[in-house]
């Protein structure tokens, strides 16, 4: 039953980013959408995989989604992603012990039962880091996993993806294409809920916009074959948060004083998350 939930949501994500379109083949969007497709093709459950390997198929068929794949993705992104389901296909299927999944998804606190699986999950993520040296990004990664190794971390982050609006189209002067993401808060809703920063946490309670890390290295340990890839993907897309409310609320092209009150509320709280010692953003 979650298997067949994660499947369903995966794949919804999956069309999302399909019919995404980029005009100029040096848009960095591209680079990010490859990247998100390897994490949600790696978070494919081993029993779904063959299945949807088929309906994908070696070229186009009449199959809607087959096109869509065919004709949106370049050769060698398709052969790539076809050799993350193949790899799955390959798989010693494996009987997996029973897990609470309902109570780890990455946007409710890791519970306190959890608390020993989450730091073995963090020690694979580690060595996975320390061991992909080459990494652009690895000291701040490094820096999120130590923070996340501190009783008292603060773990709460807000991504681009989650708060994206496709509704009105108030990112739109920074990012055209709002990336998929399996939980989508709808922009009348963060309307209706957020004026200030001191609204942030209450807003979260009802609307679930902010991600635990905690939560999300340990549901991807357990739910996704990608785990480090999961984590970069989340690292794009926090940077990517920060880099468009900055833009959003102090460029005229991003809005300026025009720009959604609950972005504004979002970035002061961020901010001041920044200068917290124990949160995930100290480390920028």
Request: charged share 25%; hydrophobic share 35%; with cysteine.
């Amino acid at each position: 039953m979650e298997n067949q939930r994660l499947f369903d949501k995966t794949i919804q994500c999956i069309r999302q980013e399909l019919q995404m379109k980029f005009k100029n083949p040096q848009d960095r969007g591209l680079r990010e959408r490859r990247l998100r497709l390897r994490v949600l093709f790696g978070n494919i459950p081993i029993n779904f995989a063959s299945k949807f390997r088929n309906q994908l198929g070696e070229e186009s068929t009449d199959d809607e989604f087959s096109k869509l794949f065919h004709r949106r993705l370049h050769s060698v992104t398709r052969a790539e992603l076809l050799m993350i389901l193949d790899n799955k296909i390959s798989e010693e299927p494996v009987e997996e012990s029973p897990k609470v999944f309902d109570s780890i998804w990455p946007n409710r606190p890791l519970p306190a039962s959890m608390e020993a699986r989450f730091k073995q999950a963090l020690d694979v993520l580690k060595a996975k880091v320390i061991n992909n040296n080459q990494h652009p990004n690895q000291d701040r990664l490094l820096c999120w996993i130590n923070r996340l190794q501190q009783p008292n971390c603060d773990d709460r982050t807000v991504r681009w993806s989650t708060i994206c609006h496709r509704e009105t189209g108030a990112a739109l002067p920074m990012s055209p294409n709002c990336p998929p993401t399996m939980r989508i808060v709808t922009e009348s809703d963060m309307f209706k809920r957020i004026k200030a920063k001191e609204d942030i946490v209450a807003a979260n309670e009802k609307l679930g916009f902010i991600t635990y890390m905690k939560s999300h290295v340990l549901f991807a340990h357990d739910m996704t074959s990608m785990v480090l890839e999961n984590f970069e993907l989340l690292h794009v897309d926090i940077m990517r948060n920060l880099q468009v409310l900055e833009f959003m609320t102090t460029k005229p092209m991003g809005g300026g004083s025009a720009t959604p009150p609950y972005y504004v509320a979002i970035k002061a709280w961020l901010r001041d998350q920044q200068h917290n010692s124990n949160s995930i953003y100290s480390c920028f």
